[in-house]
């Protein structure tokens, strides 16, 4: 960092892996897979991630194996050291789910072999927070679906003596830090942000201001730290940095990015709409000021639905395009996030995935209704999980929508857990060598639920380098699409080259994307793009 010059050590076969630095900077934690080999490097079954640490300048064949468990292949793991320097902190996961277990060695022992299964079994999420001495700070939604923050002694580490810091809320706890002898707690209301700050024994100590529809996050720091940086940002707000103080409470700005762009014409609004077994879904609405709501605005609406991951306000200076040309995007929060906890997750996985394209039609008929847009305008679009959402309700509400747009998406819902990662998603979709869930998945997975009528024009998009959602899903959906076509509407495929599943996509891939999908799309409703 003070010289600015790049190193020459290089890290490979690394997947679903942080790096984790140790206190002195003499090296990192890192897990990684095995070499696949020749030719299987884009589809080969990652199993048996292994922990490592690298020290700088020394080969990567050199590096350090900390911990391995070959009794179970599917488990991963993350590393990192408390910052009193004590305890070597490993969660282990396994499948693509929240739950995890947590061990740790305790450094001044001496003894490496000595790893303390502190919570295991996969029953919770378990995220360490900080700690003093023997005590550690954990939030987890055992017996808690949105959240809490618990003591636990390391002395009696039993459940029947921890201590319950922040109960349960109404609001879903996403994250807590623990700075300054303070707890900074991140909850979800309704989809966006409240930051609370609470005393070490719990006690209400304020709130941060922040802006009505936001995003805030980071709140990182050592335990002595009282300063600490934050993000904010909106579906009209770039993310800007601000420095909190935590004694004085003051915030200011730290670092804005300059964008090209003038959003200030532009409101966000969070509407709520009724889904088909008459569940209340959240979602938001970005538009101009002054745009009719006649049905005439064309509208992008983007969906996920799945994983536990909450769709919150964030800047998107792609999106930003569209709005500035004077579209609409929505967002919808369905079912199977994790927006409203835990029980909302669940409520949208397995043999309850039906709910999510439920949700995602509903949200549709709901902005029709209300003439943000109309079927003739309205376009829909998602990635990965994402895919698989659009893709399943195009096949089952084909005349809903003006156009389609499913990216990297999961489409053979038989045969996913064959390749790469996909094993780890069984426990979010269910397993298709067993019964119940196959017929479940049969129900709807995209490839196989392809009928001979009249499609809307669909741009599906995938990268031959996905080594997460293997590439043959789009194209078995595109060629089965295509053969099932029974209008004019065209069904196109994109195929990004030299890419993956999408982080990482150099600038100039993800604006020739961005391009390309904004004129299919203003073609779709035909829309003039300026």
Excluded at 153 to 166: A, C, F, K, S, Y
Aim: net charge negative.
């Amino acid at each position: 960092v003070n010289s600015a010059q790049d190193l020459n050590d290089e890290i490979r076969w690394v997947k679903f892996s942080g790096a984790s630095w140790a206190p002195d900077g003499s090296g990192f934690y890192y897990s990684r897979y095995a070499e696949p080999a020749e030719g299987d490097e884009l589809k080969d079954t990652n199993l048996n991630q292994k922990l490592y640490f690298h020290t700088l300048g020394q080969p990567q064949a050199e590096d350090r194996l900390v911990y391995e468990r070959p009794d179970h292949p599917k488990w991963g793991f993350g590393a990192g050291v408390t910052d009193d320097e004590r305890y070597l902190l490993l969660s282990v996961w396994e499948g693509a789910g929240s739950k995890n277990q947590l061990f740790y060695r305790d450094l001044k022992v001496g003894d490496e072999s000595q790893v303390v299964e502190l919570f295991s079994g996969f029953d919770a999420r378990y995220d360490f927070i900080g700690n003093d001495g023997t005590t550690w700070y954990v939030l987890t939604d055992r017996e808690a679906p949105r959240g809490r923050l618990i003591a636990v002694d390391l002395q009696q580490p039993e459940p029947e003596h921890w201590r319950t810091i922040l109960p349960e809320a109404s609001g879903t706890l996403q994250s807590v830090s623990y700075l300054d002898g303070i707890f900074v707690a991140s909850y979800l209301v309704d989809a966006h942000d409240e930051v609370r700050f609470f005393k070490k024994d719990g006690q209400p100590d304020g709130k941060l201001p922040l802006p009505d529809l936001a995003s805030a996050g980071g709140f990182g720091g050592r335990q002595e730290d009282h300063l600490t940086f934050y993000s904010l940002t909106g579906y009209t707000h770039p993310g800007a940095i601000y420095r909190l103080d935590l004694r004085t409470r003051e915030s200011t700005l730290f670092w804005e990015p300059q964008v090209p762009i003038d959003l200030s014409n532009c409101i966000t609004t969070q509407e709520f709409f009724t889904s088909a077994d008459g569940t209340r879904v959240p979602m938001f609405v970005t538009r101009r000021k002054d745009a009719p709501q006649d049905g005439s605005v064309p509208t992008i609406l983007y969906g996920y639905g799945g994983f536990n991951i909450s769709l919150t306000p964030y800047f998107s200076p792609v999106t930003a395009v569209w709005l500035e040309r004077g579209g609409a995007y929505a967002v919808a929060n369905l079912r199977g996030g994790g927006e409203y906890g835990e029980t909302w997750h669940e409520a949208g996985m397995r043999h309850q995935k039906q709910h999510v394209f439920d949700d995602f039609i509903a949200a549709a008929e709901y902005l029709i209704e209300k003439k943000f847009t109309s079927r003739e305008k309205i376009v829909i679009k998602g990635g990965s999980n994402g895919g698989l959402l659009v893709a399943a309700v195009v096949n089952q509400r084909p005349e809903l929508f003006a156009a389609a747009a499913p990216s990297v998406g999961v489409m053979d819902m038989l045969r996913f857990q064959k390749f790469t990662i996909g094993w780890a998603w069984q426990d979010e979709y269910g397993h298709p060598d067993e019964a119940a869930d196959f017929k479940v998945l049969r129900s709807y997975s995209p490839y196989h639920n392809v009928k001979a009528v009249a499609h809307p024009p669909m741009l599906i998009q995938t990268a031959d380098h996905d080594d997460r959602v293997f590439p043959a899903h789009s194209f078995k959906y595109g060629a089965a699409m295509q053969h099932a076509q029974q209008g004019d509407a065209p069904i196109l495929m994109r195929i990004e080259t030299k890419a993956g599943h999408g982080a990482g996509t150099p600038t100039d891939k993800i604006l020739e994307a961005a391009a390309d999908e904004f004129a299919f799309f203003l073609n779709a409703t035909r829309a003039s793009s300026h």
